[in-house]
């Protein structure tokens, strides 16, 4: 009786030898589906990568020659105006672009000269201390030219879309570019307005040109 537990015992201690023996094989196994996994996932995240940063310098690249193609539609433009181009302050292709635009965007229906004015105005200020000393900084100023700026520092979208066709009439154009070589007809004024809501006994000294009154 004895030897028969005896024997049932040794068997089934073999039987969970051999149990335990499989589970650590499926384990083992398990194991090495996981690393492979874990590896394939790896290189599936790197590849990832890889293509994202392709992609990135795709976009950089796209977006520096679509940079470069502008400037140079800009540079062509100012190039066809014919006018004697010699800035007095530095300004880059697109701030005569950007100049220009508000022009149009503030006097494009005026008279040249009314344009001109416009032009200076944006000038005077960048010359003076109380404003931005940037063309851009001074156009893009909050609440100065009416639906030019977002509100902070950059173009509304109506503007930006002035901007992306760029001046209606070649006179905007070449008002910015006289300015930008000297050419003032308002002194040192700093602001101008509509001529019919105009408060005239609050300027010490304007002038009228076209539509607007510049002090």
Not at 7 to 25: A, P, R, W, Y
Not at 58 to 64: D, P, W
């Amino acid at each position: 009786e004895q030897l028969k537990e005896y024997t049932n015992t040794v068997t089934e201690i073999e039987n969970l030898q051999k149990t335990l023996e499989e589970e650590q094989k499926n384990l083992e196994a398990t194991e090495k589906e996981y690393e492979a996994e874990q590896a394939t996932l790896t290189e599936t995240i790197n590849s990832k990568k890889d293509e994202i940063t392709n992609l990135d310098g795709m976009i950089q690249e796209a977006a520096r020659k679509a940079e470069e193609e502008r400037t140079a539609r800009i540079e062509a433009a100012m190039t066809d105006v014919g006018v004697s181009y010699n800035p007095t302050m530095e300004a880059s292709a697109e701030e005569v672009w950007l100049l220009a635009c508000v022009i149009d965007w503030e006097s494009g229906w005026e008279p040249y000269e009314g344009k001109l004015a416009v032009a200076n105005v944006v000038l005077n200020r960048v010359r003076n201390s109380r404003y931005d000393n940037t063309i851009t900084g001074v156009i893009y100023a909050r609440s100065q030219f009416s639906g030019v700026s977002d509100g902070y520092g950059n173009a509304s979208s109506t503007f930006q879309a002035r901007l992306d066709a760029g001046p209606r009439t070649q006179e905007c154009l070449e008002a910015a570019m006289e300015a930008l070589s000297g050419v003032n007809n308002i002194g040192s004024y700093t602001s101008f307005r509509s001529v019919s809501i105009a408060n005239y006994d609050a300027y010490s000294s304007f002038t009228i040109i076209g539509g607007h009154v510049f002090y």
